[in-house]
C-alpha cells in the first residue's frame, strides 16, 4: 500500500500561483493530479509517468500547471500559476502500479486525502 499526503493548498487571489506536493510513503510509478470542485465530479488534471519524462496535462491546465516529480525523495508537485476563480476544488494525489501515465480516474489505485485550493477574485 502507498500512502500519499498532499500539501501547499491554501487561499490565494486570481493570478497568483501555488505549489502543490505529494509525499508518498515509498516509489511510486506513475502519478497524477485530479481535483473535485464544488457540487461537481472529480477531474483530471494532470499526470506523469514513472520517470518522469511523460506528461499530460487537461485543457484548463495546459500552459499553466506544471507537473513534475523527485523519485529520490518520493514526493510530487503540481506548479499552478496564472490562478482562476475556477481552479477552486479541492486537488487530490494519485499513484498507480504501472510506469505509465494515464488520464483516467479508474487507472488509479492509490488516493491522498486531498488539499484545499480557494482562488479568489
Known amino acids: 500500500q502507498v500512502q500519499l499526503v498532499e500539501s501547499g493548498g491554501g487561499l490565494v487571489q486570481a493570478g497568483g500561483s501555488l505549489r502543490l506536493s505529494c509525499a508518498a510513503s515509498?516509489?511510486?510509478?506513475?502519478m497524477a493530479w485530479f481535483r473535485q470542485a464544488p457540487g461537481k465530479g472529480r477531474e483530471f488534471v494532470a499526470t506523469i509517468n514513472g520517470n518522469g519524462a511523460v506528461t499530460y496535462y487537461s485543457d484548463s491546465a495546459k500552459g499553466r500547471f506544471t507537473v513534475s516529480r523527485d523519485n529520490d525523495k518520493n514526493l510530487g508537485y503540481l506548479q499552478m500559476n496564472s490562478l482562476k476563480d475556477e481552479d477552486t476544488a479541492v486537488y487530490y494525489c494519485?499513484?498507480?502500479?504501472?510506469?505509465?501515465?494515464?488520464?483516467?480516474?479508474?487507472?488509479?489505485?492509490?488516493w491522498g486525502q486531498g488539499t484545499q485550493v480557494t482562488v479568489s477574485s
Open positions: 515509498t516509489r511510486t510509478w506513475a
Open positions: 494519485a499513484s498507480r502500479d504501472d510506469p505509465y501515465a494515464s488520464v483516467l480516474e479508474s487507472d488509479y489505485e492509490f
